[in-house]
């Protein structure tokens, strides 16, 4: 059984920083291709950052988030990082960690090619 549990989120003022955890099981965050997605009210869920199985160096962002964001891994810890700096108001969002452990060909940061979800983490940015 494939969980998510994400952690690290919370209230923060503008230009602040979070680092959010998503601890898995059950899937080997080195051997799924993994992501960040976000989703604020009144909106669609939307692909944050995801980074490639394996050893490979390949990692997508939304251009929302390219230079304030990093998503990274360690397989030792199984578990799946999202670094967040010069963070914004229109942040504010449920976030959420994905799992995908398909092979056949991929479509960056897209919600429907994603297996396995967490139940989320608050991240609230305030002005």
């Known amino acids: 059984q494939v969980q998510l549990v994400e952690s690290g989120g919370g209230p923060v003022q503008a230009g602040g920083s979070l680092r959010l955890s998503c601890a898995a099981s059950?899937?080997?965050?080195?051997?799924?291709?993994m992501a960040w997605f976000r989703q604020a009210p009144g909106k669609e869920r939307e692909g944050v950052a995801d980074?490639?199985?394996?050893?490979?160096?390949?990692?997508n962002y939304a251009d929302s988030v390219k230079g304030r964001f990093t998503i990274s891994k360690d397989n030792a810890k199984n578990t799946l990082y999202l670094q967040m700096n010069s963070l914004k108001p229109e942040d504010t969002a449920m976030y959420y960690c994905?799992?995908?452990?398909?092979?056949?060909?991929?479509?960056?940061?897209?919600?429907?090619?994603?297996?396995?979800w967490g139940q989320g983490t608050q991240v609230t940015v305030s002005s």
């Open positions: 994905a799992a995908r452990t398909s092979w056949l060909p991929y479509v960056p940061l897209g919600a429907s090619e994603y297996d396995y």
């Open positions: 059950g899937v080997t965050v080195g051997n799924a291709r």
């Open positions: 980074i490639a199985r394996g050893s490979r160096i390949s990692i």
